[in-house]
């Protein structure tokens, strides 16, 4: 088990939920959430990909502090901030910060993937991961909504935790 690319697993489908949960307040339209979440989650994880290609990067710690930090930001009660603005740039708003960990766990994701040994196994790593994060969704009926972004966040911290050791249990350099 590749447990960097399952807790990134996890952490993903935890963001998911999270950003339509939090946009379903704020737009108030289940299809224009679902096309909302779905685009902004197309596009950021196509720029994370094209940013690995373009320069894969030399350590994955910063897109793990910087996921980190995004999905922190999600969590904030900024509702009553965004629903001031004009409804374009409010959905403009709401969708990037709902969805920006995204951009930063994707270079995380591509570049781990590129450096795995085994892609089969990585993948099949992730996919377990976002099994055990949707079913880790329900802890938000017991803690509430806000607790999905937190989880999410200690997913990503384990990923990156487990990046820094190795599949193998081994330190990396």
Known sequence: MDWEMAALGAGFMLVQARALTSLTLLY???????????????????????LVAARPPARRWPAYVLA??????????????????????????????????????????????AKSGNTARALGSNLVGCVFGGAAEAASL????????????????????????????????
């Open 68 to 113: 980190l930090g995004a999905v922190l930001a999600m969590t904030a009660p900024l509702g009553s901030v965004l629903l001031g603005l004009p409804f374009g740039t409010r959905i403009l708003a709401g969708t990037l910060l709902a969805v920006l960990p995204v951009l930063f766990s994707g270079v995380a994701f591509s570049s781990a993937l």
């Open 28 to 50: 108030g339209s289940t299809w224009l959430v679902g096309a909302a979440v779905i685009a902004g989650t197309m596009a950021l994880s196509g720029a994370a990909n094209a």
């Open 142 to 173: 017991v803690w509430g909504i806000g607790s999905l972004g937190l989880l999410a966040a200690l997913f990503y911290a384990a990923a990156w935790k487990a990046g820094a050791k190795g599949v193998d249990g081994n330190q990396r350099p």
